[in-house]
């Protein structure tokens, strides 16, 4: 998209930049600290527009603060091009319902509403950077979660098609564990489909043959992610009941930023275990977090349920708690909380420590 001709105003002035990305072009919104629009333009989603954007909000006044819709996705580039030229970036939502319905719905609207919530503070989290351990290890797992769900779904093709052939087929397979399954399978006689039995040795050998291949696939990339967390975070998989899947999670979660999290208890919140009030009346009472980031809040539940079948420190704990009247649930939520800030402070260490003591530790 071809960059409209601007004005040049009062460079000495501080503004705010708001930006509303898409996959082809971003609209960009510069208002003043007042809240007025100065003004608004489209660039291509591409390394040169970026450099026009900022060159655009520069040549409208003193820009320091930018804030992004969609920093994880359509806006991570523009969002690592502002950082690495010194801008503060601030992760923006999209605009509730009430407001859009009462304002329209345009792109300039919504990059102007970005301006807005970061000048009025309603918008204060710094986007979560996108460049280092963290970023490689979300891209592991996305690629690993991906292979685990291939690979049940072929397991479970393969149980089926073994559910309708013939007993000759089917017989020797029967009760065999899915290793063995697998293996047997991938051992079937290679032949021409042309019969339904025959048909059905093909597919199982050739669905046997991907279980195999995605075995391998996961296998890999379980060792990438280890590698990761071993150069950045040993100390992580040295804590009772983390492996590697839970660790990365809770990386990921972080960002490459950590610091980003103020406080232990922002971690808390971010991963869905701060405790919420629920009162009303005469009844003051806390409810679970069902917000935060779900796949973090995952991790630290499987934690928690290997501590609490293995570490004796963790069941005598939510043993305690149940006694003075929590019910189990809350017990476990409190725990919970507990691994939170023990999680956060070697995730902070790590990341605020040289590389060569963050390994040593």
Known sequence: MAHPTCLHHDRHREVVLGVDTHKDAHVAAVVSTTGKLIESCSFPATADGYRQLLDWARSQGTVERAGVECTGSYGAALSR??????????????????????????????????????????????????????????????????????RTQAINQLRAVLVTATP???????????????????????AAADTAAAAAVFTLRLLARRV????????????QITDVIGQHTPQLLECY?????????????AGD??????????????????????????????????????????????????????????RSYVERRIAEGKTRREAIRCLKRYVARELYTLIIRA?????GQALAA
């Not at 301006?115 to 690629?143: C, I, N, Q, Y």
């Not at 009162?279 to 609490?308: C, E, M, P, W």
């Not at 990341?351 to 590389?355: K, L, R």
């Open 81 to 150: 091009f502002l950082r690495g030229n010194g801008l503060v970036v601030i992760e923006v939502n999209q605009p509730d319902k009430a407001t859009r319905r009462r304002r329209g719905k345009t792109d300039t609207i919504d990059a102007e509403a970005a301006a807005h919530a970061v000048l009025s503070g309603r918008a204060t989290a710094t986007a979560k950077h996108a460049d280092g351990p963290a970023e490689a290890l979300r891209l592991f797992k996305m690629a690993k979660v991906s292979a685990v769900k291939a």
């Open 168 to 190: 000759e087929l089917r017989e020797p397979l029967d009760g065999l564990t899915i290793p063995k399954l697998v293996r047997a399978c991938a051992a079937l006689p290679r």
């Open 212 to 223: 195999k291949e995605l075995d391998d696939e996961i296998a890999v990339l379980k060792e």
């Open 241 to 253: 009941g983390v492996g590697p899947d839970t660790a990365a999670a809770l990386l990921i979660a």
């Open 257 to 314: 930023n950590p610091e980003r999290l103020r406080s232990e208890a922002s971690s808390a919140s971010l991963c869905g275990v701060s405790p919420v009030e629920a009162s009303s009346g005469k009844t003051q009472r806390r409810r679970l977090n069902r917000g935060g980031d779900r796949q973090a809040n995952s991790a630290l539940y499987t934690i928690v349920l290997a501590r609490l079948r293995w570490e004796t420190r963790s």
């Open 351 to 355: 990341h605020t420590m040289p590389h």
